[in-house]
């Protein structure tokens, strides 16, 4: 026997809009987010919510960190820590959020 489930709210039900963005469920099942700081996940969350089609984002730095109310430090640390899980790429000004790899890709 299938249990259906309804929304609980349905004149808030999420539509993906033109100018989409959306967040990977293998980001969690292929256990990405759990190599993530947490200023790391907010940095990514940010990165996947403004990045356009193919994941790209010009916001600068500073606007960035103000934004997320990060400090500079903790804000480096957040872009080395996605960079060095493959899941972005950066060169001044620009970040590309990466497709993710499945783990056993890694």
Request: cysteine-free; overall charge positive.
């Amino acid at each position: 026997m299938t249990t259906k489930h309804h929304p609980i709210l349905t004149n808030r039900i999420r539509r993906v809009p033109s100018r989409f963005s959306w967040i990977d469920h293998r980001l969690v099942r292929d256990r990405h987010i759990e190599r993530l700081t947490h200023p790391a996940a907010a940095l990514y969350l940010f990165l996947v919510t403004v990045g356009d089609s193919n994941g790209l984002s010009w916001y600068g730095d500073d606007s960035i960190m103000a934004r997320l109310s990060m400090y500079e430090d903790a804000f480096r640390e957040a872009r080395i820590n996605l960079i060095q899980n493959g899941m972005i790429a950066w060169r001044e000004p620009l970040y590309q959020v990466l497709n993710l790899e499945r783990s056993e890709d890694k």
